[in-house]
């Protein structure tokens, strides 16, 4: 195992490297005949005498050609190359498993669709896709494993996303890679990644064979969402059954792509439901009234997640 980079452990991790040392290689080589060819070229032509005069030289369009040709091409290479793993890193499959997650100062909090929580220590299972759906209760946070190659920014006020299959079973260091407040440097946790045996132990809410702590289980937050689409009267103007009401129906409604009333369209995802929750005129769908009152100060960023994931069920 390299002693010089974090140990690779997640299925990100190869791409990341690969680019990673295919850059620095080429930066080096050229670091290093550019500084070569400059010594050279300075000990070869310097001035030897006070009367000497600098030959006048135009252009030599082989070596032009060569030089804007070459670095062109590896930039080109490069750029698609990085294109490539980058629209790997934020297109997680399907069947990933989610995990909400909420960043606060200073801690990690961790939801998962079982209804179990836990701080501080993120558990997830080998070879197993996790997507985790991320916000922040106060600043700017960070969610950073260097084993896995993974970094994100989460953002007050919307949801960001992060995926990863974790490849090797163990115990990884999880920080917080953005400035958030005098106790930035203790906002530490850990991902613990489970064999398959060990995490359904752990789901089943039996003790790990080194003693890790399990989470207390409670309503899901589908199970709760659902509640809560019972109690807000969200019924009253959304169906979950295919019906139009007063405003649009909730079944197969996250994924879709809805058209505007100022004709544009937009892409339900967890940031859209969000929004039209809390500033519902703000994006309205074409051919239903602005009837929907704001609920900004009535449901609380738990609850909103909670309904997120309610109508991700409605299929």
């Known amino acids: 195992m390299s002693t010089w980079i974090p140990e690779s452990a997640s299925n990100l991790a190869a791409s990341v490297d690969n680019i990673t040392l295919f850059v620095t290689i080429v930066s080096v080589f050229f670091f290093v005949l550019i500084s070569a060819v400059l010594v050279g070229f300075s000990i070869k032509y310097r001035r030897k005498s006070e ?68 701080l501080n220590e993120l558990f997830v299972q080998q ?45 990884f260091d999880l920080l917080c890679a953005e400035y958030c407040g005098s106790g930035h440097s203790q906002m530490l946790a850990k991902v613990n990644v489970l064999s398959p045996e060990a995490f359904t132990r752990w789901e089943k809410g039996d003790e790990l064979e080194d003693g890790a702590s399990v989470a207390a289980i409670s309503l899901s937050p589908a199970e709760r969402g659902k509640e809560l689409h019972s109690q807000r009267g969200c019924l009253a103007c959304h169906s ?10 909730f079944k197969n409604l996250y994924g879709k792509t809805e058209k505007l009333a100022d004709g ?5 995802d967890e940031n859209y439901i969000r929004e039209s929750i809390y500033e519902p005129q703000a994006k309205m769908v ?30």
């Open 264 to 268: 544009s369209s937009v892409l339900v």
């Open 51 to 118: 009367d000497q005069e600098t030959a006048y030289i135009t252009h030599n369009s082989v070596i032009e050609t060569i030089w804007t040709i070459i670095p062109t091409i590896l930039l080109m290479v490069i750029f698609a190359w990085g294109w490539i793993a980058f629209k790997e890193l934020r297109n997680p499959p399907a069947e990933a498993i989610e995990v909400n997650v909420i960043a606060k100062q200073w801690l990690w909090e961790f939801e998962y669709f079982t209804g179990k929580k836990s």
């Open 286 to 315: 074409e051919g239903y009234p602005p009837t929907m009152p704001s609920f900004k100060g009535i449901l609380s960023e738990d609850e909103v997640t909670a309904l997120v994931e309610y109508i991700k069920t409605l299929k």
């Open 127 to 171: 070879n197993k896709p996790v997507r985790l759906i991320m916000r922040s209760d106060d600043v700017i946070h960070s969610f950073f494993v260097p084993q896995f190659r993974v970094k994100q920014d989460i953002l007050p006020g919307s949801y960001q996303q992060l995926w990863f299959t974790p490849t090797k079973v163990g115990t």
């Open 240 to 249: 979950i059954d295919g019906k139009e009401v007063i405003g649009p129906t």
